[in-house]
């Protein structure tokens, strides 16, 4: 069955197109779309966009922002366009939001700008946009994950750009509260070292940290940006080699930050490998002290290989329990 036309098929002009007007926008104006231009400028417009008449005379696009910019990039100046006589608004926007689900995915980005504009710009309560809109897209329909995809529709344009590569969003979210320029070295630093989500959460939450210690210090003394307080944290390390690997220079990098944030750190490390020599703990038992003393509980593993191993693996555990040194190394934590 053909499909039924949805307005009058006419060659418009590529100036009597408004493309600054995206009510009607699902893409994001800055994904590229080389392969989109190979196509375009191998076969033309094969779909016509579909364009709603402003007051102005001129036209809005409904749907095809993406075969419009490839038109502007190829220098095609007339456009197949379907006029729509429709008056709907909302109802155009869920044609155009339907269009865009039919061909591909969309990116968390667009659909945070989808259910953003919904309430902002088409005034649905949050009730219909969680319970029609949200599954539509493959949101779950919870207040949560409607106010976090709300949080990332207001990102600034330099964290948009970044999220997923290689920035995580919950990071993008926290990031947003800093100043711009901490932000672009973040966001340099994740890149460069190819830092994934546990390694990025680790790294802000040092930074961020330190940028509060700052702003405390600050109201008497100039503040340090992160880049410079990173840059010192390299030169602290005077053994650095020139041909270390990217991951071990950001390895030293990040615990020099965290000796930084944490002075009592070292002392700390002193103290518990002196209290664990004492203990006399056998090879076949691993004591480990959680990571930075930020926790509440040691970790013990032991390997055997017949009952009696185990045994005395146990007996020895028992000892070190009523030992002075236990009982210190508690108190790191």
């Not at 909302?90 to 269009?99: G, K, M, P, Q, R």
């Not at 504009?117 to 088409?122: A, D, G, I, P, V």
């Not at 949050?126 to 990102?155: S, V």
Request: aromatic letters at 8%; charged letters at 30%; a positive charge.
């Amino acid at each position: 069955m053909p499909r039924k036309s949805c307005g009058r098929l006419k060659i418009i002009s590529f100036d009597q197109i408004n493309p600054a007007d995206r009510l009607f926008a699902v893409s994001l104006p800055w994904v590229p779309i080389d392969q989109l231009n190979y196509s375009v400028g191998k076969t033309g417009i094969l779909s016509p966009l579909h364009v709603q008449r402003s007051l102005d005379g001129r036209f809005r696009i409904v749907i095809g922002f993406r075969r419009y910019l490839s038109c502007q990039n190829l220098g095609i100046q007339d456009i197949p366009c379907f006029i729509r006589e429709q008056k709907d608004d909302l109802a155009l926007f869920v044609a155009a939001l339907e269009d865009n689900l039919a061909t591909r995915e969309l990116h968390l980005l667009e659909k945070a700008k989808v259910l953003s504009k919904l309430r902002s710009e088409f005034k649905l309560s949050d009730d219909t946009i969680m319970g029609k809109f949200m599954p539509l897209i493959d949101i779950r329909a919870d207040r949560f994950h409607f106010n976090r995809y709300l949080g990332i529709a207001q990102l600034p344009e330099i964290l948009q750009r970044s999220l997923l590569d290689p920035l995580e969003p919950d990071i993008a979210l926290k990031l947003s509260k800093w100043k711009e320029q901490e932000q672009v070295f973040f966001l340099q630093i994740i890149s460069k070292f190819q830092l994934g989500k546990n390694k990025q959460k680790q790294l802000f939450t040092v930074l961020d940290e330190l940028l509060a210690l700052e702003k405390h210090v600050g109201s008497s003394f100039e503040t340090r940006s992160l880049k410079e307080i990173w840059n010192e944290c390299r030169a602290m390390d005077a053994g650095r080699i020139q041909s270390l690997s990217i991951s071990e220079d950001y390895r030293r990098t990040f615990e020099a930050l965290r000796r930084l944030r944490l002075p009592n750190l070292a002392k700390h490390e002193k103290i518990y490998e002196k209290l664990k020599a004492a203990l006399k703990i056998p090879p076949q038992i691993n004591f480990q002290a959680p990571p930075y003393f930020e926790g509440d509980k040691i970790d013990v593993g032991f390997s055997f290989a017949d009952s009696d191993e185990l045994l005395k693996a146990a007996t020895k555990l028992q000892d070190i329990a009523k030992t002075d040194e236990l009982r210190k190394i508690l108190a790191l934590l």
